[in-house]
């Protein structure tokens, strides 16, 4: 009988499927489906975070709480820095302001 995949595994192996995209796409000089895979990497990364944490992650604004909550926790603005790199992030921090 096949093992269950948990959900920080399946996110972990989806982020290094990610990884080894981009190096195809940057090997290639595509830079837009590097850093649309680079996105990805990240957005999986934070959701293993999230998981073990116990935090919410199934939408973009649990996302970007999380990217917030990690700049505030190591004090570092890398992750806040994170959030702006892909438009669904802007979108819905904008709309978190009106």
Do not use: N
Request: proline share 2%; with cysteine; aromatic share 10%.
């Amino acid at each position: 009988m096949q093992e269950m995949e948990t959900p920080s595994r399946k996110h972990t192996r989806i982020a290094l499927r990610f990884v080894a995209a981009a190096e195809t796409y940057l090997a290639d000089r595509d830079i837009i489906q590097a850093s649309e895979k680079l996105w990805g990497t990240t957005a999986h990364a934070i959701k293993v975070y999230c998981i073990a944490r116990g935090w919410k992650h199934g939408r973009y604004a649990h996302l970007l709480q999380a990217m917030r909550r990690l700049s505030e926790e190591t004090r570092d603005d890398f992750w806040s820095a994170g959030c702006w790199r892909h438009p669904r992030m802007l979108v819905t921090w904008m709309a978190e302001q009106t």
